[in-house]
């Protein structure tokens, strides 16, 4: 590279790297140089499955360097803009002063750069419809300007400039697999250096023995060192739900079952590639909740908060999403027979117990796994909540209340409620006691208020009883999320905190089987989260476990995800290899597939990808 070039190629470093975030506004982030684009990503912006590749990939922003992939041909003007087609850019080659061919962005040249230099603003995450990846010939190339620019000793008017940190794209074509190169600035004590990063790959594989042994990678990172001194490194992730290794009577359970449970280990002195985790690994099992699946042991309960919350938003908006009305009967004869039931006593209903449990024992259930047994001591107000929760109309629901209520005034019935239960319909059955009841005007929004209230109390007594009769939690853990002096809104909010708890609890007991101990503990810790914050859907709670406790499926599934870091020590720096084995590809732009199926159905056994990350260190001593 001659004066000029470098002299270009420093300028176009130096302006990329005055960008500290990929999004500026409407500041260009990317530039073309030649036939390459070289491009500010943020670390967010990168796959999720190449950041977990290296913490080198989440230091923040960096340029990436490729090609742009080519559109069909298409020329205008300098001055014409065109809508941007996401995932699509020209051909850094293609672009000139006078025409542009298939550019879907306004392009403009730099008026104080070389006229090889191009910009524009882009949002787009780097794809593979996006990237068109240079040989690894070429990013030697790149890699080496680079650091050349960063020696302080091959031109001092650049020796105090911080660049962000350089990655190529690379075609994957030389006999070494070459995915990526990469390179970055250090400081080491009083001089400077940078760290080159190598990225190769193989696969899929299916036979281990298709793979390097760990013996030789300690020899590839420390040639000529001493091994003794290696610190190596061993992780997996065990994805619960897709797995093919597990038994056929779990498999049916967790086929598509909403959410997702994931073991992560962790452990020192690695003997080889895919060796099982010790006893004495550490175990996260990391766990993202989608309430609402319908082999959840606690649907019912997510039925009935769904309808409640519906009826809540009613009581607001003046909108109510009422049931279909499929009854055969009208609901009203169910709140008579609720009446005639209780003048009856408990011989009814212990009948009709009975008949449940023989009707449940018959079912494959996901109760077997994590048993949440319907209260037995349900009060009057609950057993009406039963009933009213399938009202179809507003008419219906009034004409309900009614019907309960005037058997209240009459004294036909004098039911039990409970000593805690605050609402209007407890107080009215407390007065009928003492022939004090006087009926409340049943138009407006009085009774599906009274509906609400019923129901929030009925939820509030099945969570604790969930949590507490489980012997997961005290009643004090739950002291928070049970309080009634705050309004409608916040209680129903807190129960569906309590929902997702229970959810967690449940998938936990229900797909690793662990102890009692640990899910008290994952409850109480998903409790404390909720009490600082809001539903998240995306969240993902992190349960440590002790590895004992999953043995399972650590012995009967295969890792998704292997890796192994083999660090030492060099000039104050760790100098690492890494080696990541994975079911689907960690960089996509060398596959020739997007979604290769990596899963031989056949004898479930799981193929891998192999894909190597090798650091090295210059030092330029001051």
Not at 143 to 170: E, H, I, K, R
């Amino acid at each position: 590279m001659d004066s000029v070039q470098r002299e270009e190629f420093q300028g176009l470093l130096k302006r990329l790297s005055t960008l500290q975030v990929a999004d500026q506004g409407d500041v260009p982030n990317a530039l073309v140089y030649k036939e390459w684009t070289f491009e500010v990503q943020d670390g967010v912006n990168c796959p999720h499955a190449l950041r977990q590749l290296h913490k080198c990939f989440d230091k923040g922003p960096f340029i990436a360097v490729f090609v742009q992939a080519p559109l069909r041909s298409q020329s205008i003007s300098n001055e014409t803009t065109i809508r941007s087609e996401q995932d699509s850019i020209v051909m850094a080659s293609e672009v000139t002063n006078t025409s542009l061919e298939g550019s879907p962005l306004k392009i403009q040249e730099y008026q104080d750069q070389s006229k090889q230099f191009h910009s524009w603003k882009s949002k787009t995450p780097l794809t593979r419809s996006r990237v068109q990846p240079v040989s690894a010939n070429v990013a030697r190339y790149l890699v080496s300007q680079y650091n050349l620019t960063c020696n302080p000793w091959m031109d001092t008017a650049m020796s105090g400039t911080t660049f962000l940190p350089l990655w190529v794209y690379c075609d994957g074509q030389d006999e070494e697999q070459t995915m990526m190169l990469g390179c970055e600035q250090i400081a080491i004590k009083e001089d400077k250096g940078t760290m080159i990063y190598v990225v190769t790959g193989d696969g899929p594989v299916a036979d281990a023995s298709e793979l390097p042994t760990l013996k030789s990678i300690k020899q590839q990172h420390n040639t000529g060192g001493d091994n003794k001194n290696l610190r190596i490194h061993g992780s997996a992730h065990y994805d619960v739900f897709g797995s093919t290794a597990l038994k056929d009577d779990s498999q049916s359970a967790v086929n598509q079952y909403q959410g997702s449970v994931v073991v992560e280990t962790s452990w020192d002195h690695v003997v080889a590639l895919l060796e099982k985790p010790p006893m004495e690994a550490k175990t996260m099992v990391n766990v993202q909740i989608v309430a609402g699946d319908m082999r959840s042991a606690a649907h019912s309960l997510y039925r009935e908060l769904v309808i409640l919350q519906g009826f809540t938003t009613g009581l607001e908006e003046g909108a109510v999403s009422w049931a279909v009305d499929d009854n055969e009967v009208p609901l009203v004869n169910n709140v008579k027979t609720l009446i005639e039931e209780l003048k009856l006593g408990d011989a009814v209903r212990k009948r009709q117990d009975t008949g449940n449990i023989s009707e449940e024992n018959t079912i494959d259930s996901p109760l077997k796994h994590l048993v949440l047994e319907e209260r037995s001591d349900l009060d009057f107000t609950e057993k009406l909540w039963n009933i009213l929760i399938d009202c179809s109309s507003y008419d219906e629901l009034v004409q309900c209340m009614q019907c309960a209520l005037s058997a209240l005034q009459n004294g036909e019935v004098q039911p039990m409620v409970h000593r805690s239960n605050s609402t209007q319909l407890a107080q009215l059955v407390r007065d009928s006691y003492y022939n004090k009841m006087s009926l409340p005007d049943m138009s407006g929004i009085v009774p599906l208020q009274m509906l609400v209230e019923i129901g929030i109390e009925k939820l509030r007594r099945d969570y604790s009883f969930a949590f507490v009769g489980n012997n997961l939690v005290t009643a004090n853990h739950l002291e928070y999320f049970l309080q009634q002096d705050v309004d409608l809104k916040e209680r129903l909010s807190r129960l569906e905190k309590l929902h997702y708890v229970l959810e967690l609890v449940v998938m936990l007991k229900m797909f690793l089987n662990i102890p009692q101990i640990t899910l008290s503990l994952a409850a109480r810790q998903a409790l404390k989260h909720y009490q600082a914050n809001a539903v998240c859907k995306s969240h993902i709670f992190k349960i440590p476990v002790h590895t004992m406790s999953v043995s399972n499926v650590l012995e009967s599934c295969q890792p998704h995800v292997w890796m192994v870091d083999i660090t030492s020590r060099e000039n104050d720096h760790d100098i690492s290899t890494f080696c990541h084995l994975s079911c689907k590809p960690p960089i996509m732009h060398t596959c020739t597939t997007l979604e290769q199926d990596s899963m031989d159905t056949t004898d479930k056994q799981m193929m891998y990808y192999f894909t190597k990350v090798a650091m090295s260190l210059n030092v330029f001593p001051l």
